[in-house]
């Protein structure tokens, strides 16, 4: 038999092997999924429990026929694992990493459709219970930071950017009328404009 013969009959043994591995892989899922049901027909056990469980055991037998699989066809089955673990690894800091923004933009969304507040309204985000927190009015509302605007006692107003996600982290309070906190400091503010009105004429 010439080498090229054998080298032939020799990838197509490995190839062989390698599907004979992913139909075992599928009759083994096949026959388990069958048996984890019948199971929990015969002894009560919640559906979405068989379902999870049968989930998890076919992603492992299949995980564990493809690495099979690629061991059958020349490719060691540690390069595959740690290639797959390291781009495993990248993609669970990067999701990380954007959950935050990624959180505030879905709360951005929620917030302008489910209208807890509006666009100049008075409110206060509690910190725990009934302590006070931060409070003002509302000014704007973009995907990341709801602007509340603030006045001080001095006169002085001042904004407060808030991540979304932090409204529905905490409970929010949230006035029909203007609040007496913001009168009175609408009033000092507006009084301070008359004097020094007077003042310059």
């Known amino acids: 038999m010439s080498p090229t013969i054998a080298q032939g009959a020799y990838a197509a043994m490995k190839l062989g092997e390698a599907l004979a591995i ?25 559906p979405a429990f ?21 061991n059958r066809l020349g490719i060691s089955g540690s390069v595959v694992w740690t290639t797959l673990t ?50 003002g009015r509302v000014v704007d509302i973009n995907f990341i930071y709801t602007t509340l605007q603030e006045v001080h ?7 407060l950017q808030v991540p979304n996600s932090q409204f529905f982290q905490r409970t929010t309070r ?6 007496a906190w913001a009168r009175a400091a609408r009033e000092k503010t507006e009084h301070a404009a008359d004097w020094q009105d007077a003042a310059g004429r």
């Open 22 to 46: 992913l139909v075992g892989a599928w009759l083994l899922t096949t026959l388990l999924r069958q048996l984890v049901r019948r199971v929990c027909v015969r002894y009560d056990i919640a």
């Open 153 to 159: 006692g001095d006169g002085e107003d001042s904004v």
């Open 50 to 70: 068989g379902l999870g469980l049968r989930r998890v055991l076919s992603t492992l037998i299949y995980i564990s026929a493809l690495l099979l699989f690629l």
């Open 86 to 135: 390291g781009f495993v690894a990248v993609g669970a800091v990067a999701f990380f990493a954007a959950w935050s923004v990624l959180s505030n933009i879905f709360c951005a969304f929620l917030i302008l459709t489910t209208r807890p507040f509006r666009l100049y309204d008075h409110i206060e985000v509690l910190e725990n219970g009934d302590k006070p927190g931060l409070r």
């Open 174 to 179: 949230r006035w029909r009328q203007e609040p």
